[in-house]
């Protein structure tokens, strides 16, 4: 599919991937109830990095893969992780497993038929939970949260039998990481039970675990039967051994819970013959698997191969093949959502794939609709892969004579033409604010938890005040206060919420510039590229006038991490008089803080560093994140603006250049010492 689309298409599925993949990560890490399976999740991440490969100056700043699952809610504590809690980048074929050992290889300098062991074990289909030992005692559990942030279930896990409250003979810190499951046989008695019981009825042994480990009351977790496997480690005082299949045992000997599938592998034959003896066996393992994760064995390796974005180099996932099922599609519903963006979502015959009722499909947009030829009551083939929102892949019934669905051209919710642009797949309501659903997703935006994150002012109130008539644009949540009284009135508010509320909002006034920013909800603009364009303008207002000046295309495209789509959709923005009322509205009402930049400064921070000649004690590659790690940036050829030049043997023409330049030359080994002091 990747290979098919145009730029437009590929920015506008990238759009439409980024925020469906989060909606996702929500579903599945905040809520627990996933739409989709983790085949169709993978399936989307897998075609969000297909088209970022392809198109990669479209990659967003909200892109999926620069981020870790979703930040985690609900009233648990939050818990900042020693150490990143990574994710694991996904193989669908062997072919792929065959790529990731010989990129393992390339980046580690090694001849092709360099022998490179690796440990293979099941991938369990459960929560990723970090347990931190001092002296021995366990002293805090977290989950995985987005990766840099958890939360605290400490005492949750003190309930779990498999996890031991202290351990003898443990290095001083020890965090151990691993799996917190249910098996499939405790799922069905415990949702047996909750029937029983009129409770809660889970969709899988996943969310089962989920759910009964992030309870803030600690004894309903007692109550329910999870369990742990540990795979691996976080912060360690010491190492625990030289390889990553010692180190596993040397847990297992300190008598935390193991899977007895995990082995090492001599060579990639002996990791797919591992991959199908685990996928044999799947249906009677007692508990959900939904791959098998591969590690580079030596942990040396492990440690110079590192990470990119939010999955280490020396890892891998490898899947199962996605499931299917046929059923029929019985309505498509019309979704409105911020920007105005009509979305599909097929109603269907509710069926099981793969253990999960699925009665949703999403089917994009327009075009997808179109593809697929559907007809209300077709018959469809649906894909679930993993846990998230299922796609139809086939249409079943595609000559029957029956009229195609036509889709609005005016908008369900307000009755406005709803148009799409030219070269976008997207169809827009055109009504803006007045249509209720944007403006209803926009303030619901504004307020949200990455944006101004005004708590207690939930979608339920929000669409209250809409409908009193008391919320037009975001700077009206700032007068919410003159409503007081009227409000107190009200069924269901209390003196004590009202004022809690009206506090949370005057806690908000001085809002830091990036959050305002991404609140706006200007297209392609998330909290990074908010950050990466106030560390250029620091005030939204010297944004807003460079976005409107003569030369604004070209001036924001300029800035590091903004490219030709966002600098276009800052032009489109600030040219609407309509934005540029609301924004000064809201700016008459808060005072947004002067942004300061957080990076960690070293003395390599900005400087630019070309590497050349063949590099004899590491990869290119291996040199490059290593610069990339100090601040540093790698490029291609030496120039004026070159800082430093480190060159390999037969560097020829480079170094010249650069004493030309007069910029310092240094040979790899000073390079190492470079890197090893900043480390
Ligand atoms: S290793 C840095 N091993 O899969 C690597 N992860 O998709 C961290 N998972 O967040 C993970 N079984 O929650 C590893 N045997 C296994 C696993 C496993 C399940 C989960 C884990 C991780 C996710 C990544």
């Known amino acids: ?172 810190v020890l965090e151990v990481r691993g799996e917190v499951y249910m098996s499939k046989e405790d799922f069905a008695a415990l949702n047996e039970r909750q029937e029983a019981a009129g409770g809660k009825i889970f969709a899988n042994p996943r969310n089962a675990a989920a759910g009964s480990l992030r309870q803030k009351d600690a004894s309903i977790t007692a109550a329910r039967p999870i369990r742990f496997l540990a795979h691996g480690w976080g912060e360690l005082s010491e190492p625990l051994a030289g390889s990553q299949f010692e180190a596993i045992r040397r ?5 935390l ?90 109603r269907l015959k509710p069926v099981g794939v793969g253990g999960v009722i699925v009665a949703n499909v999403t089917l994009h947009n327009r075009d997808e609709i179109q593809r697929l030829g559907l007809r209300i009551g077709d018959r469809v083939r649906i894909q679930r892969a993993g846990d998230v929102i299922p796609q139809v892949v086939e249409n079943l019934t595609r000559d029957e004579a029956r009229a195609p669905y036509a889709f609005p051209d005016h908008c369900p919710e307000c009755g406005s033409e ?11 309501c055109t009504g803006g604010l007045i249509c209720p659903a944007q403006r209803f997703e926009r303030l619901r935006h504004f307020v949200s938890r990455g944006a101004l994150d005004i708590e207690g002012l939930g979608e339920k109130t929000i669409a209250e005040f809409i409908t009193l ?65 106030l560390k250029c303008f620091a005030t939204v207002e010297a944004l807003r006038e460079a976005a409107t000046g003569q030369d604004a295309q070209a001036e924001l495209s300029g800035v590091e991490g903004v490219g030709p789509v966002v600098a276009e959709a800052l032009v489109d923005f600030f040219h609407e008089p309509h934005n540029r009322e609301v924004l000064d509205d809201l700016l008459s009402e808060v005072r947004p803080k002067a942004f300061v930049s957080e990076a960690r400064q070293t003395q390599w921070t900005g400087k630019t560093i070309v590497f050349t000649g063949s590099l004899e004690m590491m990869s290119r590659d291996e040199a490059k994140a290593q610069a990339e790690r100090l601040g540093a940036r790698a490029a291609g050829s030496v120039s004026a603006k070159t800082d430093l030049v480190v060159a390999g043997p037969g560097a020829g023409s480079r170094s010249s250049k650069a004493e030309e330049f007069g910029v310092r030359v240094i040979g790899e080994e000073e390079w190492a010492r470079i890197v090893a002091q900043a480390g």
């Open 1 to 172: 599919m990747a290979e098919q689309l145009t730029q437009a298409e590929a920015a506008n599925r990238l759009m439409r991937l980024a925020r469906e993949i989060a909606r996702h990560d929500r579903l599945y890490h905040d809520r627990d109830e996933p739409e989709i399976s983790d085949a169709q999740y993978d399936a989307l991440v897998r075609e969000n990095a297909e088209l970022e490969a392809r198109f990669p100056h479209l990659v967003r700043p909200n892109s999926p893969s620069r981020r870790l699952g979703a930040a985690p809610s609900g009233p648990l504590a939050k818990v900042q992780h020693a150490r990143a809690m990574l994710s694991l980048e996904n193989a669908f074929s062997q072919d792929e497993v065959g790529e990731f050992a010989a990129r393992v290889r390339r980046f580690l300098n090694l001849p092709a038929d360099a022998h490179v062991a690796m440990t293979a074990e099941p991938k369990i289909d459960g929560l990723s939970c970090s347990l931190r030992y001092e002296g021995g005692e366990l002293v805090l559990a977290a989950t995985r949260g987005d990766g840099t942030v958890g939360e605290d279930v400490t005492a949750n896990v003190r309930t779990i039998a498999d996890i031991p409250q202290r351990i003898d003979g443990a290095p001083q």
């Open 251 to 255: 847990i297992e000997a300190l008598g």
């Open 257 to 346: 819970p193991v899977t007895d599938l995990l082995v090492r592998c001599d060579d990639l034959t002996a990791m797919l013959a591992h991959y199908r003896a685990i996928e044999k066996a799947r249906a009677d393992l007692p508990f959900d698997i939904d791959g098998v994760v591969y590690k580079v064995d030596r942990l040396d390796w492990q440690e110079r191969l590192g990470q990119v974005a939010r999955a280490p180099r020396w890892g891998l996932a490898h899947k199962f093949p996605a499931e299917k099922a046929e059923t029929t599609l019985e309505a498509i519903h019309i979704q409105v959502g911020r920007t105005g963006k009509l979305t599909p979502v097929g």
């Open 418 to 428: 709803a148009v799409s642009e030219e070269g976008e797949v997207d169809v827009r």
């Open 469 to 533: 008539g008391w919320l037009h644009s975001p700077a009206d949540i700032f007068r919410l206060h003159r409503h007081r009284g009227e409000l107190l009135e009200r069924d269901g508010w209390k003196e004590k919420s009202v004022d809690n509320l009206l506090a949370a909002i005057e806690a908000k006034r001085e809002p830091e510039g990036p959050r305002l920013l991404f609140a706006l909800g200007i297209r392609h603009i998330g909290i990074v590229t908010a950050r990466d364009l």
